[in-house]
């Protein structure tokens, strides 16, 4: 993608943010991007879990053994925060 990029990363009150700007038309552009979308991402945030330990998200056809298919889950929760719309 043709212009700039930019990746940048911030912490604060246990929440990590990670931003990628790709083909900015001035490095100037993408960091008023991110500058916007750290104020904005690192207060509206909301934590879901979309896969729950202990269930299973997908079957998975296997050969050779004595059962056909295995349900695949995970182990434990793994909680992901995503930026919640002003809307």
């Known amino acids: 993608m043709p212009g700039y990029s930019l990746v940048t990363s911030d912490y604060t009150q246990d929440v990590s943010l ?10 100037r552009a993408a960091q008023k991007k991110i500058v916007k979308v750290t104020e904005y991402g690192l207060q509206s945030q909301t934590l879901n879990t979309p896969i729950t330990a202990g269930s299973s998200f997908v079957t998975q056809r296997i050969l050779w053994v004595d059962k056909i298919t295995v349900d695949l889950g ?14």
Request: no cysteine.
């Open 18 to 27: 990670i931003q990628l700007y790709m083909g900015t038309e001035s490095i």
């Open 74 to 87: 995970i182990l434990q929760n793994t909680p992901i925060t995503t930026l919640t719309s002003k809307n």
